[in-house]
């Protein structure tokens, strides 16, 4: 705020020594009848006019009207203009600027405002993306692929012997990357930026396994984007039985085969904003799997 209230001053004092010093200048006629009618009204007017119009931008964002937010939105530039062409008459008239510091904070908390209603744009466009499960690639149990098997029987003498091993180490690590898919409506006029997800992997009510997807991703509206979340974790350490038993539920974990377990991932998107990052207060669960 501090470096928006200098730059406030910067702007303002150039402004006004612009003025105060170069010749006076005849205007067109169009030009000295907006000056005559605005130089009538107070700057208070169009600045309370200027936060109105934020405000009902922002009511109508949260209603989800999309395109009336956008209509009273876009006055604020041009109701803006005009307390401009106030101050530039005032300072022009009396040469000094006593109203200066009150319109100054004015239009900091205009212009802190305005950066609020960005964010809650964002944070409206993320909440109206659509998450759900695409797919599972790169599966693979004790180093052995799972994508071309689909039951115990498949496995050759040396994927018995390589499950066998890892069982009696109790070390039967599964690893996979999720592939989920997240879509901005074409509605929606707001690119959505994704600059974190947190996420955790349950299966059956029991959360397994937690990690954080830290690469940054845009989502333009209407063009779906791929979130691929790597995985790892050691069976044993939360399902009994021998080789057998850790391969079917290998396969069933990577979405193969006959579900008996349900599987969520759970998500808590961070979106980056004109007031920095914003963690999504509400995690989004998205079904993997469930017992057919």
């Keep these: 705020m501090a ?14 020594d612009k003025v105060a010093n170069r010749p006076e200048r005849t205007e067109g006629g169009m030009a000295k009848t907006i000056e005559k009618h605005t130089s009538k009204m107070p700057s208070d007017w169009f600045l309370t006019a200027a936060v109105a119009s934020i405000g009902l931008s922002l009511a109508m964002q949260l209603s989800g ?13 041009t109701i803006l203009l005009i307390v401009s062409m106030a101050v530039r008459i005032a300072s022009r008239r009396r040469a000094r600027v006593k109203s200066g510091g009150r319109i100054r904070y004015f239009l900091v908390g205009i212009l802190a405002l305005s950066a609020g209603c960005a964010t809650l744009r964002e944070a409206a466009a993320l909440r109206s ?20 098997l689909r039951s115990y029987r498949d496995l050759t003498a040396a994927d018995v012997a390589r499950l066998g091993i890892a069982v009696a180490s109790k070390d039967v690590p599964l690893e996979l990357t999720v592939h989920v898919q997240g879509r901005n409506p074409e509605t929606n006029r707001v690119t959505a930026r994704l600059i ?12 397994l396994l ?16 791929d979130i691929p979340i790597a995985l790892q974790l050691n069976l044993v350490r939360f399902f009994q039985g021998g080789a057998r ?3 079917e539920t290998a396969l069933l974990l990577a979405g193969y085969g006959a579900q008996t377990h349900t599987v969520v991932l759970r998500v808590s998107p ?5 007031l920095g990052p914003i963690r999504y207060p509400v995690p989004i669960s998205i079904p993997i799997a469930s017992p057919q």
Excluded: C
Excluded at 3 to 16: G, I, P, S
Excluded at 196 to 207: A, H, K, N, P
């Design 196 to 207: 974190g997800l947190d996420w955790t992997y349950v299966v059956d009510g029991q959360d």
């Design 270 to 274: 961070t979106i980056d904003t004109a």
């Design 3 to 16: 470096n928006v209230t200098h730059a406030v001053d910067k702007t303002m004092e150039k402004t006004v």
């Design 210 to 225: 937690a990690g954080t997807f830290q690469q940054g991703l845009q989502f333009p509206p209407g063009v779906p984007v």
């Design 245 to 247: 038993d850790q391969f």
């Design 65 to 77: 009207n999309k395109h009336k937010s956008l209509f009273f939105g876009e006055w604020v530039p």
């Design 129 to 148: 993306v659509e998450f759900h499960f695409d797919s599972v690639s790169d599966a693979r149990v004790a180093r052995v692929r799972l994508d071309r």
